[in-house]
């Protein structure tokens, strides 16, 4: 969708990991920069590491400079009525990155906008992500290995107890009025009144200690509901599917190939793809895929749809700020090029092909369900994917399965040509549904 240099008013950012509107990712990008321009300090050595790759390598260096370049000089791109664009080259990135590196994300209640920027370094590439340039680099393999060591240098301090201060009751904090009151609306789902019900009611944690008793930023974003909370659907019924994410659908294919077009607009799925090209994907040809999306504010463990033995799981590497360029430049008639605000967040059928994701393979109890599929996909900065279960091991429908680190993206399950599987939310729900809830029925 092009975006018009006027436009002011809210945009739909799937699964709100982004400002709902552009004038709050652009004060919150301004506030960082003008942080960053005061206090230049020397870059983490995996920047230095990372600069030293774009320097030495002709490809990189064409990719990493153009993509700045080309980001269109006009409003709403650029910060001031000269057209000085906000983020200068790969130099100023890289400085951007090197304070994102040692910050935790923080809620925001200023200015009568509240909510947060949950993928920062998303937040600073929005632009040059979406120019022929960024479309290049993100896909180029020695720029994800790069950015794979960025991420868990980053991943590495969201695990310190230096992150945890963002866990305060203070209009930035969590756990301020409104950090508080919009992570338990988001938990207050489920078929009985929770109306009545508090975060620390919800959720494993202690009000009365420091950061509610959590002891980093991934310790807090991992946490656990408390037992009772999210109760398994009919747990003696194989035939019921039990929600695997807290999430709300996006789409349900049917007579899924093997291979397809899943750059193209309309996004379809790509077994093969999907599946690392895993030689049990081809039992998955012509059969069911159902694909859901997590909040930011949501529950990001995984839980097992059914009952069965895991017969494979692995992780498979992929890109981190790919989008197909539809979603970025666009334009046909020749005027400047338009970049499309949502980007990553709306291209969640072409990111279960791309990104980094996890794969789970089920051999359900029953045989009516037979061999099944989850499939969780990082997004951006959000690309931690850990399994906590290994092949060979028998689960019980709901058990853990694995989660996200610092929150998800998206999911899917998939089943196989044949089997009868019916009865999924469809897509537009206004709240999420509740994990190891009531999904879908095999007949």
Not at 92 to 110: E, I, V
Request: proline letters at 7%.
């Amino acid at each position: 969708m092009a975006f018009k240099s006027q436009r002011k008013h809210p945009l739909h950012r799937i699964g709100n990991w982004l400002p709902a509107d552009h004038a709050s990712h652009r004060e919150w990008l301004c506030s960082i920069i003008k942080t960053v321009d005061r206090n230049e300090t020397p870059l983490h050595p995996v920047l230095q590491e990372f600069q030293h790759l774009i320097e030495t390598n002709t490809r990189v260096y064409m990719l990493m400079t153009g993509m700045f370049r080309e980001v269109p000089h006009k409003s709403p791109y650029h910060h001031d009525p000269t057209g000085k664009p906000q983020i200068r080259d790969y130099e100023h990135f890289l400085q951007l990155l090197n304070h994102l590196l040692s910050t935790a994300p923080a809620w925001t209640d200023q200015s009568h906008r509240v909510g947060l920027v949950g993928l920062p370094i998303n937040a600073i590439l929005d632009w040059p992500m979406g120019t022929a340039s960024g479309y290049a680099a993100f896909l180029d393999p020695d720029i994800n290995a790069m950015l794979k060591k960025v991420l868990n240098a980053w991943g590495a301090f969201l695990r310190s107890p230096a992150s945890a201060q963002v866990l305060n009751d203070s209009p930035h904090g969590w756990f301020g009025a409104t950090g508080e009151r919009d992570l338990t609306a988001a938990a207050r789902i489920g078929p009985t009144d929770a109306s009545h019900l508090q975060f620390h009611d919800l959720f494993e944690c202690n009000p009365s200690a420091p950061y509610h008793g959590f002891s980093s930023w991934d310790d807090f974003f991992t946490r656990r509901f408390r037992d009772g909370v999210r109760p398994v659907a009919e747990p003696d019924n194989p035939r019921i599917i039990a929600n695997a994410c807290e999430s709300k659908p996006y789409r349900t294919a049917q007579d899924v190939r093997a291979r397809d077009t899943f750059w193209m607009k309309e996004q379809p799925y790509s077994l093969l793809d999907m599946l690392g090209h895993d030689p049990l994907a081809l039992d998955f040809v012509g059969g069911t895929v159902y694909q859901a999306f997590l909040s930011a504010l949501s529950y990001h463990r995984w839980h097992a749809p059914v009952s069965g033995m895991v017969i494979k799981a692995f992780v498979v590497d992929g890109t981190y700020y790919s989008e197909p360029l539809f979603e970025g430049v666009g334009n046909p008639e020749g005027r400047a090029q338009e970049i499309d605000l949502a980007g990553e967040v709306t291209s969640q059928a072409y990111i279960t092909a791309t990104a980094t994701r996890a794969v789970i393979f089920f051999q359900a109890d029953d045989p009516a369900i037979g061999l099944m599929a989850f499939l969780g996909v990082g997004m951006a900065e959000v690309s931690t994917c850990e399994i906590s279960v290994k092949n060979g091991d028998h689960v019980d429908k709901g058990d853990q399965i694995g989660m996200f680190h610092f929150g998800g993206s998206t999911h899917c399950l998939l089943f196989r040509k044949g089997v009868k599987v019916s009865g999924f939310p469809q897509p537009g729900v206004e709240e999420n549904v509740p994990v190891r809830s009531r999904l879908a029925v095999v007949s």
